[in-house]
Nanobody, 126 residues
Framework: QVQVVESGGGLVQAGGSLRLSCAAS????????MGWFRQPPGKVREFVAG?????????YYADSVKGRFTISRDNAKNTVYLQMNSLKPEDTAVYYC??????????????????WGQGTQVTVSS
């Protein structure tokens, strides 16, 4: 069983930055994909960013966050990060981290992910 725990959410003004962290515990798989998703108030959950654990460290982003958000990972700590810069009010959402133990692509496919965190709130004020 893989446990996924997010941290780092909070309140920030538009234009500011936040860094989310996601720690995965339990069994680890060298080839699994990690993803960040978000659910804005009253809307469906959507893909934000994804990253593979294998060599090459491929990353994937939603168009709405490209150039502003960066996903990265620290294999030694089994941790994935989401650096969010130039935040906008429309980035307000509950952010979820997820793990796909089979390393399937595309990373934006929510159905690929086996384990989900509890979510962390990000609020961007205008």
């Amino acid at each position: 069983q893989v446990q996924v725990v997010e941290s780092g959410g909070g309140l920030v003004q538009a234009g500011g930055s936040l860094r989310l962290s996601c720690a995965a515990s339990g069994r680890t798989f060298s080839s699994y994909v990690m993803g960040w998703f978000r659910q804005p108030p009253g809307k469906v959950r959507e893909f934000v960013a994804g990253i593979t654990w294998s060599a090459g460290d491929n990353t994937y982003y939603a168009d709405s966050v490209k150039g502003r958000f960066t996903i990265s990972r620290d294999n030694a700590k089994n941790t994935v990060y989401l650096q969010m810069n130039s935040l906008k009010p429309e980035d307000t959402a509950v952010y979820y981290c997820a793990a796909d133990r089979y390393g399937r692509l595309p990373a934006f496919n929510m159905g690929n992910y086996d384990y989900w965190g509890q979510g962390t709130q990000v609020t961007v004020s205008s």
